[in-house]
């Protein structure tokens, strides 16, 4: 998400005159709510391995995503409030000129609610959900002549070919949480952590502190993958909800991408981005990881902003 948005995004905004350290910084934090706003592949797998209702994750979802939206743009007013020239203000349009130029994006909207939608009374399963959302979209590629037949035939074949990754490394993910189960490995870390005679929201914010420190060397899914099957028996011990805490997994892995000194987003960035520097990007990066404390910290503090929708929704 952080590639694709870095050429289609900062080219604009590099026109209106926008620093490379506000508009580096805005899509590094923005291209980590992907994994958190349902649909999420993250949540699937999460999902998966934990044998969590998905369809609850995906609406548990829901509300820190709005509040990651709200603390980012708070974020984008203070900082060109304080630094006006960082952002400039552009041409202003009036509503009317805004409504119409929404109609390229309606059709995005309306998968969204389909998918979302359906999930949410009960009409279909998470899985049939995906189906329905990719026959959607294929619909509004023809109608609107974007899908040709080699273009149709491309993307079956980069969808068996990414689903086979993903599949093979589920598997992999769930003979790794038998073996880590056999092992005793979480009545080990129980026993330590129980040890140490420290309240069970101390755990909580250790297991997070593991997190930043693993997003300094992998990917958000190899940490779901590989720490789920560790953390889940010792939160569930702990009597949390897992639920709960699959979207702070989620919120925690996405932190973790644009942790200095070794966020992946920012080296993504980079790497679209040859002519900004490091600490640019680092710079702009900055007010939104606080965001993102502040934002985890309402969703520890307060899991009824999670568990709200699920219960709603059951």
Not at 181 to 200: D, H, R
């Amino acid at each position: 998400t952080a590639a694709t948005m870095a050429k289609v995004a900062i080219p604009s905004m590099r026109r209106y005159g926008y620093a490379d350290s506000l508009a580096a910084g805005t899509v590094a934090a923005g291209g980590t709510i992907g994994i958190l706003i349902p649909p999420s592949a993250a949540m699937i797998i999460y999902g998966i391995l934990t044998e969590s209702d998905i369809g609850a994750l995906f609406v548990g979802g829901i509300i820190p995503g709005v509040i990651t939206v709200v603390l980012y743009c708070l974020v984008i007013m203070i900082v060109v409030r304080i630094w006006p020239e960082s952002g400039p203000p552009g041409k202003r349009s009036d509503w009317a000129a805004r409504f119409k130029s929404l109609y390229k994006v309606w059709g995005v909207l309306v998968l969204f609610i389909l998918v979302l939608g359906g999930i949410f009374i009960g009409a279909y399963t998470p899985s049939e959900a995906g189906a329905i959302g990719a026959v959607g979209a294929l619909a509004f590629a023809i109608g609107r002549r974007k899908m040709s037949f080699g273009a149709f035939y491309q993307s079956l074949i980069e969808a068996g070919f990414i689903t086979t990754q993903i599949f093979t490394v589920a598997f992999g993910a769930l003979i790794l949480n038998q073996f880590i189960n056999l092992s005793g490995m979480p009545e080990t870390i129980i026993n330590y952590l129980q040890a140490l005679e420290v309240a069970p929201i101390a755990v909580i914010f250790i297991i997070l502190g593991i997190y930043v420190i693993l997003g300094m060397f992998t990917d958000g899914f190899s940490m779901i993958f590989i720490s789920v099957p560790i953390f889940v028996p010792i939160v569930q011990a702990l009597g949390f909800d897992l639920i709960w805490w699959g979207i702070v997994t989620v919120m925690a892995v996405e932190i973790s991408l644009i942790t200095p000194p070794v966020g992946l987003n920012v080296f993504v960035l980079k790497t679209m981005l040859p002519d900004v520097p490091l600490t640019s990007i680092f710079k702009g990066i900055g007010p939104f990881f606080v965001a993102d404390l502040i934002r985890l910290a309402i969703v520890v503090f307060f899991p009824i902003v999670v568990l709200w929708l699920p219960t709603v929704m059951n």
